[in-house]
């Protein structure tokens, strides 16, 4: 599983026109899912991404997490993230995982972090094109990504 982590002041997505998700403060978070990701795989970025330390204290350090500052996240599914640009022009994307488990992983990313943090999730919808739109605040922006565990 892949993601990219951006500390937002305010971010949205649309679809079609309408804003389907929309936040202030916290994270907007692009997921996506590759072949052998799980459960596990999904439940370890979730207490990743909330366990967080990158909101400035007094002291303008980063030591605080998503809850300290009344924060929230914006969860996109964006399967590019796992498209291959080494050879050629055009992306490949051998290694994502196919659109019914990546759905099917999407929800249960949104499900536990709904259970995580109660009202302060927004999502963009499953594959549908989606206009994002963001301002990272710092810019502090984080990819972070898990192998699936062997079996």
Do not use: H
Not at 9 to 38: H, K, T
């Amino acid at each position: 599983m892949r993601t990219i982590v951006q500390r937002v002041s305010r971010a949205s997505v649309e679809v079609a026109g309408e804003v389907v998700g929309a936040i202030d403060r916290g994270f907007l978070v692009l997921a996506g899912f590759g072949r052998g990701d799980n459960e596990d795989t999904v439940a370890w970025m979730v207490r990743k991404i909330a366990s967080l330390r990158v909101f400035e204290d007094d002291s303008g350090r980063m030591t605080l997490p998503l809850p300290a500052v009344d924060g929230r996240v914006l969860l996109v599914s964006q399967f590019t993230l796992y498209g291959d640009c080494r050879k050629g022009a055009r992306p490949s994307f051998d290694k994502s995982a196919d659109p019914e488990t990546a759905r099917a992983l999407y929800n249960r990313f949104v499900e536990l972090f709904e259970a995580q943090m109660p009202g302060g999730v927004e999502s963009g919808v499953f594959k549908e094109m989606m206009n994002v739109s963001l301002v990272n605040d710092g810019p502090v922006t984080l990819q972070i990504e898990k192998e699936p565990d062997a079996r």
